[in-house]
T-cell receptor, first 113, second 116 residues
């Protein structure tokens, strides 16, 4: 069974640009969560999707958005990038609820210059 | 406002001894807790969880203890092995009524080093 895949693995952008990150969950998993990890911080919850619906959202500005497609694949978008958006963005999938075992992808390392 | 705190950034133990990783939380609505382990260049992997209706959950070498009155939980690894060297994250969730809000709040992590 293939694991959670995230593309791209590495990305370099400049301030003001926008970026789209992609996540393919494990086959059969319908819940997808996104997290931001920065140095010195834990994983900070961005949002969670299930059946194309956002069920919860973290405390991030509106520049951060996401969506989920009918095949459970998910994308997150960050507009008007700031230096502080440089981070590892992790996607995780679970069958129905992130409180059950979540499986994480390797992450996308975003660097904003 | 950090609702889940792991106050020890790092911990070093000898192989074969017990590792105790601690976690405190402030939100009284949390009623479900999880531990994840993360190796460098990999995503976190789930280790063990505990519901607030229990005070202990065991899975092999890993045991999680929950003290609701102190809003404190700990992960015990016995015996510790060099392969356990990783960053351990504590996470919490809940609505206070046993329902899910589909959101995990993580601590900053503790780097465990197990020396041979």
């Amino acid at each position: 069974k293939a694991g959670v895949t995230q593309t791209p693995r590495y990305l370099i952008k400049t301030r003001g640009q926008q970026v789209t990150l992609s996540c393919s969950p494990i086959s059969g998993h319908r819940s997808v969560s996104w997290y931001q990890q920065t140095p010195g911080q834990g994983l900070q919850f961005l949002f969670e999707y299930f059946s194309e619906t956002q069920r919860n959202k973290g405390n991030f500005p509106g520049r951060f958005s996401g969506r989920q497609f009918s095949n459970s694949r998910s994308e997150m978008n960050v507009s008007t990038l700031e230096l502080g958006d440089s981070a590892l963005y992790l996607c995780a999938s679970s069958l129905q609820d992130p409180l059950n075992e979540q499986f994480f992808g390797p992450g996308t390392r975003l660097t904003v210059l | 406002d950090q609702q889940v705190k792991q106050n020890s950034p790092s911990l070093s133990v000898q192989e074969g001894r017990i590792s105790i990783l601690n976690c405190d939380y402030t939100n009284s609505m949390f009623d479900y807790f999880l531990w994840y382990k993360k190796y460098p260049a990999e995503g976190p992997t789930f280790l063990i969880s505990i519901s607030s209706i229990k005070d202990k959950n065991e899975d092999g070498r890993f045991t999680v203890f929950l003290n609701k009155s102190a809003k404190h939980l700990s992960l015990h690894i016995v015996p510790s092995q060099p392969g356990d060297s990783a960053v351990y994250f504590c996470a919490a969730s809940g609505t206070g009524s046993g329902g899910s809000n589909y959101k995990l709040t993580f601590g900053k992590g503790t780097l465990l080093t197990v020396n041979p």
